[in-house]
């Protein structure tokens, strides 16, 4: 019975997981969005990711209340609700960046990098649950690396490549920073559920981790804009010319281009504001600046929560649903030690490749095979079954 249950929910949880990167980056391309400018944040995307997601865990919590559920099921205790916090807060700087990179990259490039915590999980099961570590695990980490560096083989043999396919320093920054957040994720989902009271459900695990990233997203998206404005984070005083060039002027209209030069001057290798500019063409300079993403960090919390472009919030809402239901399904597993099933989540990588071809991604033959690769060394890791017997975690409170 443990298996069917983890086999329905996994195959459930990739659905969810690959329709979420899919809509993610449908939401940033101006070809999904009327062919207008995206307009959205990843702040502001993330805000109305986290509304649809609450919407859907409250419906839920509320039919369950309708079927007679006692009030006392839905408080998960304070030990359980402190992680719920702590996974609230990394899920907000997660979603971010899950909205920050398909803005530039389709999701079969940078996927499998954010899921490289996956191969390390039986290591934090070792840790935390006494788990045992077999061959499998160097096998399974060993393809992953392999898997990885598949797709980069071409450019490392110095042939032609899209840059689009190549990884800037900011993209594996949200990497890094993602794979933190995610493997946090899966284990204080563990703690989580080993600490709720009895008779707490997922539905309430879900509802209150939305209740808490609504806080952290709603109030990031007062504070950062407000510091950005303090610190002038979009009104420098010099800028090299590359990066004045690439960042800013290739994204303003003819009108705008010619007014940031004429209020920059262009001295060395670098364009600076002119002095004694009056305040108005200084709030000008900024916000013209501010519209380009210069300021890559602030950007991400910029814009209203009720844009001229409602479509890519469509997609997010989209986003959300999906959200709800695999993060339903991970608070069900969540029993369960999560290198024993977590790695199965991921099986949709193998067939992320494919699937662009047909939104009309040019998809090379290494980034199929890397992407197989990546996804055989997940699942190699726990694929012992006969000494690796699925039992559930021991809950404090019975």
């Given at each position: 019975?443990?298996?069917?249950?983890?086999?329905?929910?996994?195959?459930?949880?990739?659905?969810?997981?690959?329709?979420?990167?899919?809509?993610?980056?449908?939401g940033?391309?101006?070809?999904?969005?009327?062919?207008?400018?995206?307009?959205?944040?990843?702040?502001?995307?993330?805000?109305?990711?986290?509304?649809?997601?609450?919407?859907?865990?409250?419906?839920?919590?509320?039919?369950?209340?309708?079927?007679?559920?006692?009030?006392?099921?839905?408080?998960?205790g304070?030990?359980?609700?402190?992680?719920?916090?702590?996974?609230?807060?990394?899920?907000?700087?997660?979603?971010?960046?899950?909205?920050?990179?398909?803005?530039?990259?389709?999701?079969?490039?940078?996927?499998?990098y954010?899921?490289?915590?996956?191969?390390?999980?039986?290591?934090?099961?070792?840790?935390?649950?006494?788990?045992?570590?077999?061959?499998e695990?160097?096998?399974?980490?060993?393809?992953?690396?392999?898997?990885l560096?598949?797709?980069?083989?071409?450019?490392?043999?110095?042939?032609n490549?899209d840059?689009k396919?190549?990884?800037?320093?900011?993209?594996?920054?949200?990497?890094?920073?993602?794979?933190?957040?995610?493997?946090?994720q899966?284990?204080?989902?563990?703690?989580?559920?080993?600490?709720?009271?009895?008779?707490?459900?997922?539905?309430?695990?879900?509802?209150?981790?939305?209740?808490?990233?609504?806080?952290?997203?709603?109030?990031?998206?007062?504070?950062?804009?407000?510091?950005?404005?303090?610190?002038?984070?979009?009104?420098?005083?010099?800028?090299?010319?590359?990066?004045?060039?690439?960042?800013?002027?290739?994204?303003?209209?003819?009108?705008?281009?010619e007014?940031?030069?004429?209020?920059?001057?262009r001295?060395?290798?670098?364009?600076?504001?002119?002095?004694?500019?009056?305040?108005e063409?200084?709030?000008?300079?900024?916000?013209?600046i501010?519209?380009?993403?210069?300021?890559?960090?602030?950007?991400?919390?910029?814009?209203?929560?009720?844009?001229?472009?409602?479509?890519?919030?469509?997609?997010?809402?989209?986003?959300?649903?999906?959200?709800?239901?695999?993060s339903?399904g991970?608070?069900?597993?969540?029993?369960?030690?999560?290198?024993?099933?977590?790695?199965?989540?991921?099986?949709?990588?193998?067939?992320?490749?494919?699937?662009?071809?047909?939104?009309?991604?040019?998809?090379?033959?290494?980034q199929?095979?890397?992407?197989?690769?990546?996804?055989?060394?997940?699942?190699?890791?726990?694929?012992?079954?006969?000494r690796?017997?699925?039992?559930?975690?021991?809950?404090?409170?019975?």
């Amino acid at each position: 019975m443990e298996w069917l249950l983890l086999v329905l929910w996994i195959s459930i949880i990739n659905g969810g997981l690959s329709g979420q990167y899919i809509l993610n980056w449908m939401g940033n391309q101006p070809k999904y969005v009327g062919d207008q400018q995206i307009g959205v944040s990843a702040g502001v995307m993330t805000w109305w990711r986290e509304i649809s997601k609450l919407l859907w865990a409250t419906i839920a919590i509320s039919v369950e209340i309708k079927k007679g559920k006692e009030l006392k099921f839905f408080n998960p205790g304070y030990l359980s609700m402190i992680t719920i916090v702590i996974c609230a807060f990394t899920g907000v700087i997660e979603n971010i960046g899950f909205f920050y990179l398909p803005r530039f990259y389709s999701p079969h490039i940078y996927a499998p990098y954010v899921n490289i915590y996956l191969a390390f999980l039986p290591f934090f099961g070792k840790f935390l649950f006494n788990s045992t570590l077999r061959k499998e695990h160097w096998i399974g980490v060993f393809l992953v690396v392999i898997g990885l560096a598949v797709p980069h083989l071409p450019y490392m043999f110095g042939h032609n490549t899209d840059p689009k396919t190549i990884l800037d320093l900011n993209a594996i920054i949200w990497i890094l920073i993602i794979n933190c957040c995610l493997c946090s994720q899966q284990v204080l989902n563990n703690k989580t559920v080993q600490t709720a009271l009895p008779g707490v459900g997922p539905n309430a695990l879900v509802f209150w981790r939305e209740i808490w990233k609504m806080t952290f997203i709603s109030l990031a998206l007062i504070i950062f804009p407000f510091i950005a404005q303090v610190t002038k984070a979009n009104l420098p005083d010099s800028v090299e010319i590359v990066k004045f060039e690439q960042r800013v002027l290739a994204k303003t209209n003819d009108a705008d281009k010619e007014f940031l030069l004429n209020n920059f001057d262009r001295t060395g290798n670098e364009y600076v504001i002119k002095s004694n500019l009056p305040e108005e063409t200084l709030e000008k300079v900024e916000t013209v600046i501010s519209k380009t993403e210069y300021n890559r960090f602030f950007t991400l919390f910029s814009g209203n929560l009720f844009p001229d472009n409602w479509i890519p919030i469509l997609f997010v809402v989209a986003a959300g649903l999906t959200g709800y239901i695999y993060s339903f399904g991970f608070f069900k597993l969540s029993k369960y030690a999560a290198h024993l099933w977590v790695p199965y989540t991921n099986l949709w990588l193998a067939f992320l490749p494919i699937i662009m071809i047909f939104f009309g991604k040019e998809v090379t033959i290494p980034q199929i095979i890397g992407a197989v690769v990546v996804t055989a060394g997940l699942m190699v890791g726990v694929s012992d079954f006969s000494r690796n017997k699925v039992e559930e975690i021991e809950k404090k409170y019975k």
